[in-house]
Every structure is written in structure tokens, then in C-alpha cells.
DNA sequence: CTTAATAGGGAACGATGAGTATCTTATACG
DNA sequence: CGTATAAGATACTCATCGTTCCCTATTAAG
């Protein structure tokens, strides 16, 4: 019925690759619950069958759109040299980046783990922050330049800033003031991990 | 068609609790996408009519649900004269009565404030935690004692403990262990509130 | 005891969306 | 070129769920 002479036909990873944009962009809009298939389909200028024909189901559909992202786009800490600006570094690429990840996933993961089992604790390091691995790197580099005490930064100290952030995310669902990334490194991490001696620079 | 005879009809007030009960149960096992309104009538044991007389759509319904479990259940803090014990008895009352509240609501509300236009920052305080009207009262009672400094308990570091223990909920979706608690106000509330000075006394 | 509200039980309607099937047509590959 | 493969479009089935209606039974009030 449709007039349209198809201009040009994807196929193969250029195709896949689109779709699982396309699902991306409508979890992070509508939510995993609003996210239909239908509406992939529609946005990735294609055709339902054509999702079917590679994921099995909705679930799996939406798995594979966070992995290709996940993948796609890793966040890595930043080295200057100096921890502060290792850490807000690495906030502020999460911040970037990611505004609309944390808020979409951790938002609208409760329907999505129970969907998939995927459990939402899994999905927090390499998620949404890049996280730990990421963050350790920086505070190992600093323990070897002597800036903090070897052992002195736990692993929930750790976690800390990101955990920090995504809250942010979270509630506001929008970007974070760069303010506030600011004050999560100078007033509460930096004196944690420094044992409180001025670290600011501002 | 039913062969049971009514024991007894509930009515007004009465019956109106008991289905934001089951309301919230409904929510708290299911999510926000999950909740259905045949659940929550088959839950309180009345149809589906009854429900649409009092409010007109479920998202009100789940609105009611919520503002009926906040008002029934506030958290108070503790005043044992030590801010660490405040805080940790604060914690651990979130974390008991809480189980599932903030998980649930931050896990789908993701899906109830698009459909509500409720803001998900303004639930933080009031809906999970009892939130800083709770703590704030704490540190002023600590600062009234001389326990900690004027001023140098900031917003954020107030928010600090109850955002932790939250994200713990939701990542988890199950209650924190007791630990955790510790952990949060020994290793990092404390500290900063207090200036590092040792204040464990586990 | 009478009457007006309102609870309870269902059935019914409409919308939405997952998943399937079919058909036509572009395109990679030989 | 010619052919197998897969894309794109469309339409259909089936289940779920919000919302509305209707009818009967109960209960509070006078």
C-alpha cells in the first residue's frame, strides 16, 4: 500500500546497530515500561518482523540496546595527576555522558530485572558509572603518588561519588549542576579519602 | 452467582483504608507497573466499582495508596543523646519499616511520575525516609549539646546517610544489613560531621 | 419498617501491545 | 545477470488491563 520506494536498504550491523540505537533512545525517553516494540521499530525505520528475526523478545531486545551502548561508550577516568581532579573528572564525564543512562536505568530497572533477572546491583558498576573499575584506578594511582594513605579509602568510600551522583540523576533526571560535582569531591570525598586536611582548590 | 453469604459489608472510612492497603501492597510486590487495579480489588476483597467511585483513575489510586502509608506510618528519630546513636537508630528504623517503600518507590517511580507529573525529588524527603525534617532535628540536637560545630553539617551531608541507605534499598531490594548501617555512619557520616575526631564505639 | 445509599459481583468494551505470518522487493554474492 | 537471503510493509491473533455498566444485596438512617 505504502508509495514509498525504499530509498536505500540496510542490512547486517549497519541495520542492527540502528535498531538497538533506536531501542535505546526510547528506553531512556519513555522508560522500559513505555518502551514498545512497536515504537522501535517505527523510530528504526524498519519493520517488527525485522526485531524478531534477531532477539527472541522484548527483554532481550532491551538487554541487548544497554549492552551496545554500554559498549559503545565507555566512561574512563581521566589522569592528571592529581586525585580532585581524577575524581571530578570522571563525575563530570559520567555527568555528560550519561545523563538520561543512570535516570533511565536505575528509574525504570525495577521492571526491567523483573523482566529479565538481571539484577540491578550487576548493572551499577558498569552501568551507569563506569564505576569502581574506573574509580580505583584513580585512587590506586594516588596511593602510589603518596596523595592518600594506602587502605584508607573503602570501597563504599569508594563508591561514593558515583553512588553520589546517580542519586542526582535519579531524582532530578536531568544533568547535574557542575556545582554540585564540586561539592561531592571538596566536601565530602576529598576529606574522607584525605582524612580532612584542605584538599580545595577551587 | 457467588454462593457466599457477606459476612460483613466494610463501608465509608473503613473500607476505604482497607483497599489503600492492599493499594500499597500491591505496589510494594508488584511495582507501579505491575499494579493492577483487579489486584487491588481482588487484594481488599470488593471490585473494581467500588474503587472507580472513589478515585477516577489509578494513577490517584496509587496517589492515595502512597500519601495513606505516609500518613499512617511516619519515622522518627530517636533521641538518645548521642548523634551517632540518633542517626544509626534513624537508619535502622528506615531500614525495618521501610523495606520495599523506598526500593518500590524509587524503583518504579520512574513510570508513577510520568503518569502523575509528581516529582520525584519532592517524594524523596517525605516519601522514604521521613528525610531531613528527621535529621535535621538530630544534628540540631547535637549542635545544641556542643557534639558537633555550627554550620558544619551542610545540606548534603545531611541528606548523606538516608541517600546511602537508599541506594542500598534499591540496589538490593531487600533490607541492609546492619552492618551496612554501621558502616555508613562510623566511616563516613560521622566523620564528617564531626571533623574525624575517633567517635566509634561499636 | 421503609427508603436511600452504597457495597459486591460480574460482564462487557475498547485500547494497547506482544508476537506471528505473509507477501513483495531490494541487494549481496557468485 | 540470476538467485538466495533478508528487509520492509501490513495485517492478524491473543492476552492484558483500564474503565464503564448493571443488577442484586446490604446497611444506615429516620
Do not use: C
Not at 556545582?179 to 584538599?199: C, H, N, S
Amino acid at each position: 500500500m505504502s508509495t514509498h520506494p525504499v530509498r536505500h536498504r540496510r542490512r547486517g550491523a549497519t541495520l542492527e546497530a540502528a535498531i538497538l540505537d533506536a531501542a535505546w533512545e526510547e528506553i531512556a525517553e519513555r522508560g522500559y515500561t513505555g518502551f514498545t516494540v512497536d515504537a522501535v521499530a517505527a523510530r528504526a525505520g524498519t519493520s517488527k518482523a525485522v526485531l524478531y528475526r534477531r532477539w527472541p523478545d522484548k527483554p532481550e531486545l532491551a538487554r541487548a540496546a544497554i549492552a551496545h551502548l554500554l559498549a559503545a561508550d565507555p566512561v574512563v577516568a581521566p589522569d592528571t595527576g592529581r586525585l580532585r581532579d581524577d575524581v571530578l573528572g570522571l563525575l563530570r564525564r559520567v555527568n555528560e555522558r550519561r545523563v538520561g543512562v543512570a535516570a533511565a536505568l536505575v528509574a525504570n530497572l525495577g521492571d526491567f530485572y523483573r523482566d529479565t533477572g538481571t539484577d540491578l546491583g550487576t548493572l551499577r558498576d558498569s552501568a551507569s558509572t563506569g564505576g569502581p573499575s574506573a574509580m580505583v584506578a584513580v585512587v590506586e594511582r594516588a596511593v602510589r603518588r603518596g596523595e592518600v594513605e594506602q587502605g584508607r579509602v573503602s570501597e563504599r568510600i569508594m563508591r561514593l561519588p558515583t553512588d553520589l551522583l546517580r542519586m542526582e540523576l535519579l531524582l532530578g533526571a536531568r544533568e547535574v549542576d557542575d556545582a554540585v560535582l564540586v561539592e561531592i569531591v571538596d566536601t565530602i570525598f576529598l576529606p574522607l579519602a584525605t582524612g580532612g586536611r584542605a584538599q580545595r582548590t577551587v
